[in-house]
C-alpha cells in the first residue's frame, strides 16, 4: 500500500526553524514528484513546494521562496521541507503528496497520494 507519513511539526516560537518530514513507501520514489501544501485555519490549502525524487530538481511557489527549503533523501525514501524565521502566519497544518512523473506539480488536483498532515503553530 502506498503511504505517505508527514511528520515533524510542533509548537516553535516565531523566528524558529523547524524540519518536516515525508516518509514514503509503496511506490517506487525515484518515479515520483513529492509535494508539500500547508493549510492554515479558514483557508484553502495552498502549495509550498516540489521536488523530483529523481534528481532533485525543486520548485517553490513564488510566496514561499526565501523561508522554505525542501530535499529528499531517496536512500530514506524521505523529503524534507526546512520552514525558517517562522512568522505565525506560517501556522497551518503541512500536508505531503506524490505523483508520477517528471514536472513540477503545483495544484492539488495533480496529485494522486496525500498523507495526513503534521500541524505546525507559530507563537508570536
Known amino acids: 500500500d502506498v503511504q505517505l507519513q508527514a511528520s515533524g511539526g510542533g509548537l516553535v516560537q516565531a523566528g524558529g526553524s523547524l524540519t518536516l518530514s515525508c516518509a514514503a513507501s509503496?511506490?517506487?520514489?525515484?518515479?515520483?514528484?513529492i509535494g508539500w501544501f500547508r493549510q492554515a485555519p479558514g483557508k484553502e490549502r495552498e502549495g509550498v513546494s516540489c521536488?523530483?525524487?529523481?534528481?532533485?530538481?525543486?520548485f517553490y511557489a513564488d510566496s514561499m521562496k526565501g523561508r522554505f527549503t525542501i530535499s529528499s533523501d531517496n536512500a530514506m525514501n524521505t523529503v524534507y521541507l526546512q520552514i525558517h524565521s517562522l512568522k505565525p502566519e506560517d501556522t497551518a497544518v503541512y500536508y505531503c503528496?506524490?505523483?508520477?512523473?517528471?514536472?513540477?506539480?503545483?495544484?492539488?488536483?495533480?496529485?494522486?497520494?496525500w498523507g495526513q498532515g503534521t500541524q505546525v503553530t507559530v507563537s508570536s
Open positions: 521536488i523530483q525524487s529523481r534528481d532533485g530538481r525543486a
Open positions: 509503496g511506490f517506487t520514489f525515484n518515479d515520483y514528484a
Open positions: 503528496a506524490a505523483v508520477v512523473g517528471s514536472a513540477y506539480y503545483t495544484r492539488e488536483s495533480e496529485y494522486t497520494y
